[in-house]
């Protein structure tokens, strides 16, 4: 009995030979997948966080202006300014000021809004090559000083 036992471990164990290499060739590949899923999301998450960003520096820009002329030009510029700084590349790419805030009368509370929407190539974000895009939009809102005089 004992010889049978003998025989079977170590058929067992021939019988084994190559299985972790087998494992490896198959669990590789499904960490690499998951892994460039990671840097992808955290791509994209940038991106987007970076159209968020320049919104916001544009309604700021612009609720520093004395009236709504310079107020929409300078958030147009500080939108730009912030999406080049940045690095992200937009191939279609709209900037709105929402200057209305400046009829309202002085002592009212009065809020600017800026909105960029910016369409970025997955080729830039996800996968180098991988065709087509996607649109990122963003808001941002910035308080006119309620006491200043507006113009």
């Known amino acids: 009995m004992t010889a049978y036992l003998r025989h079977a471990s170590w058929f067992r164990r021939r019988c084994e030979r190559g299985s972790s290499t087998v494992e490896l060739a198959l669990i590789v590949p499904a960490l690499v997948i ?4 990671l840097i992808a999301g955290g791509r994209l998450w940038f991106a987007r966080t970076t ?7 544009a ?12 107020a929409s030009s300078d958030g147009t510029q500080a939108g730009r300014a912030s999406l080049d700084t940045s690095g992200l590349r937009c191939v279609n790419q709209a900037i709105s000021v929402d200057t209305s805030a400046f009829e309202v009368p002085v002592g009212v509370p009065a809020t600017v809004k800026a909105t960029i929407t910016c369409s970025v190539l997955f080729g830039d974000v996800l ?3 991988m065709p087509g895009s996607i649109a990122l939009a963003g808001t941002g809102s910035s308080a006119l000083d309620t006491y200043r005089s507006r113009q």
């Open 51 to 57: 159209v968020h960003e320049a919104a916001q520096a």
């Open 127 to 129: 996968l180098p090559g």
């Open 34 to 37: 998951v892994l460039g899923l």
């Open 59 to 70: 309604s700021r820009a612009a609720s520093l202006a004395r009236s709504s002329g310079p």
